[in-house]
């Protein structure tokens, strides 16, 4: 192989206020978590990004393979790219049940996508960020 080797580091900080940006913007996401083999399980979801809270959460039903798989190892990451822009948060997720918490997580779906449908069996994937990367210049 000829050429140069380029080495870049593609860390990104919570607080970063074009990690804001892109994560305010409407993108649907790839979630994958590992199934019991270790395998990975990638589906399309909506997510929403509190850096505050140092969490990043996802609602599902409470019966769906990602649940499962959360409830299991629970290393997740999320990803979102748009043309040259990506972002992916990494970290492990924790299953909630409590109405407080999924209603918080309805309301920050609908303010990045749209009103949820009723679902009295959902969920929240809560995922404690622990390293965000990507590239959004």
């Not at 305010?24 to 996401?29: A, D, Y």
């Not at 049940?97 to 009103?115: F, I, S």
Request: include cysteine; hydrophobic fraction near 35%.
């Amino acid at each position: 192989m000829t050429g140069r080797r380029r080495i870049t580091d593609h860390g990104i900080d919570v607080h970063d206020p074009e990690l804001a940006r892109f994560w305010s913007e409407r993108h649907l996401c790839t979630l994958t978590t590992l199934r019991a083999d270790g395998s990975p399980h990638v589906v399309p979801v909506g997510a929403t990004l509190d850096p505050d809270a140092g969490l990043l959460r996802v609602i599902t039903s409470g019966t769906s393979r990602k649940a499962a798989h959360a409830r299991g190892d629970g290393r997740v990451a999320v990803c979102q790219v748009d043309g040259r822009r990506w972002a992916t948060v990494e970290g492990t997720a924790s299953v909630l049940t409590d109405r407080d918490d999924v209603a918080e997580a309805e309301r920050r779906y609908a303010l990045r996508y749209r009103t949820p449908r009723e679902n009295p069996q959902r969920v929240v994937l809560a995922v404690r960020i622990e390293r965000i990367l990507g590239h959004l210049g």
